[in-house]
């Protein structure tokens, strides 16, 4: 088809997964200069996303039900696009694309398609198996004639009052830096905060690295902060609480690297160009690990297939996830320890 003059994105959620479509977003704006492109986000995904240039951003809130639907309507009413890009495989996500109206509506293949996808779309990406997330995504174009195979780009913004922040507690001294996000939204993605402890203390009597504890504002996130601080016997900084999402994408943007469960934090530090020491049990690493760089990442996805399902991976549904309890535990202090120790063994060299 010919350049779209307008083309919509529905991806609301969440933070990882909408960091996967910056990508996308810069190879229209590469290709396609003069398309306008307007995506609906997620409220709190938007504090990442919505000040990239040249992008109408149209916050949602995801609990609005169909008062937000409705609200959608309204403010879409008179206005039709060329192609909408359904990039989202949830009722929810459906539902609210009934409020765009689109000639051509991309949506995912039929092996991937579920709560009713299908009936929302008129095209669909290519089939794959054992595609990374972000590649699923960067798949949408194709259907409108764009290459997937571009090397991602992100050039996400970040305001000076972040940076500032950032460089406030990491600065520029010549010590580098390690940085631990260590909640996912799920709980029991989470490594346990004695595991981190042990961690922190040999990256810093070890290695002298500064070790910084960033996080949400989320009471979870405390109590994990709390735990880990009680376990540890060197000092480290404590930030949960303190930074917003562009202050933890500018904290992250400043780290030499970062040791995070799958979590949003894990795709923010690689779409800043840090490497991320990912700490993977309960979800697939090449499916939603690292995107760029997964040589650090400590994988035990198969163990706890075997361990909790009796399967082999290969028995499994790509992006099959195991969140049961004690699957983190898999995760040995020692391999993670033995990690960090080739990073540095790897970036100490001349």
């Known amino acids: 088809m010919a350049p779209p003059d307008s083309l919509c994105i529905l991806r609301l959620s969440a933070l990882g997964d909408v960091s996967h479509v910056v990508p996308l977003v810069r190879t229209v704006q590469r290709h396609w200069p003069a398309t306008r492109i307007t995506w609906i986000v997620g409220q709190f995904e938007s504090r990442l996303v919505g000040d990239i240039e040249g992008v109408e951003f149209i916050p949602y809130d995801k609990r609005s039900g169909w008062r937000g639907?409705?609200?959608?309507?309204?403010?879409?009413?008179?206005?039709?696009f060329d192609a909408l890009l359904l990039m989202q495989l949830a009722l929810r996500a459906n539902l609210v694309s009934t409020a765009i109206r689109a000639d051509v509506r991309v949506g995912y293949d039929r092996a991937r398609s579920k709560e009713g996808h299908g009936l929302f779309i008129?095209?669909?990406?290519?089939?794959?198996?054992?595609?990374?997330?972000?590649?699923?995504?960067?798949?949408?174009?194709?259907?409108?004639?764009?290459?997937?195979?571009?090397?991602?780009?992100?050039?996400?913004?970040?305001?000076?009052?972040a940076v500032d922040f950032a460089r406030s507690h990491i600065p520029d001294d010549g010590q580098r830096t390690l940085v631990i996000s260590p909640c996912a939204s799920h709980a029991l993605r989470n490594w346990r905060p004695e595991r981190y402890a042990a961690v922190a203390d040999h990256a810093i009597r070890r290695h002298g690295l500064r070790v910084v504890l960033c996080g949400?504002?989320?009471?979870?996130?405390?109590?994990?902060?709390?735990?880990?601080?009680?376990?540890?016997?060197?000092?480290?900084?404590?930030?949960?609480?303190?930074?917003?999402?562009?202050?933890?994408?500018?904290?992250?943007?400043?780290?030499d690297l970062v040791v995070s469960?799958?979590?949003?934090?894990?795709?923010?530090?690689?779409?800043?160009?840090?490497?991320?020491?990912?700490?993977?049990?309960?979800?697939?690493?090449?499916?939603?690990?690292?995107?760029?760089?997964?040589?650090?990442?400590?994988?035990?996805?198969?163990?706890?297939?075997?361990?909790?399902?009796?399967?082999?991976?290969?028995?499994?549904p790509w992006g099959r996830k195991i969140e049961v309890p004690g699957v983190m535990d898999l995760i040995e202090t020692d391999a993670v320890i033995e990690r960090l120790d080739a990073w540095v063994s790897d970036t100490s060299r001349p």
Request: charged letters at 25%.
């Open 122 to 161: 008129n095209r669909r990406i290519p089939p794959c198996d054992g595609q990374h997330v972000l590649d699923a995504l960067g798949s949408f174009l194709q259907p409108l004639g764009l290459p997937a195979d571009e090397p991602p780009r992100w050039s996400l913004p970040v305001p000076d009052e």
């Open 69 to 80: 639907v409705s609200g959608l309507r309204r403010r879409l009413k008179g206005r039709r």
């Open 261 to 316: 469960p799958d979590s949003g934090p894990v795709h923010m530090a690689n779409a800043v160009g840090t490497p991320v020491l990912g700490l993977y049990a309960a979800t697939d690493p090449r499916r939603s690990g690292p995107y760029s760089d997964r040589r650090w990442t400590v994988d035990r996805y198969a163990a706890a297939a075997e361990r909790f399902l009796g399967k082999g991976t290969d028995q499994l």
């Open 216 to 255: 949400g504002p989320s009471p979870a996130e405390r109590t994990m902060g709390d735990a880990i601080l009680a376990h540890c016997t060197e000092p480290v900084v404590d930030l949960i609480g303190k930074d917003t999402i562009k202050r933890a994408l500018a904290l992250l943007q400043r780290a």
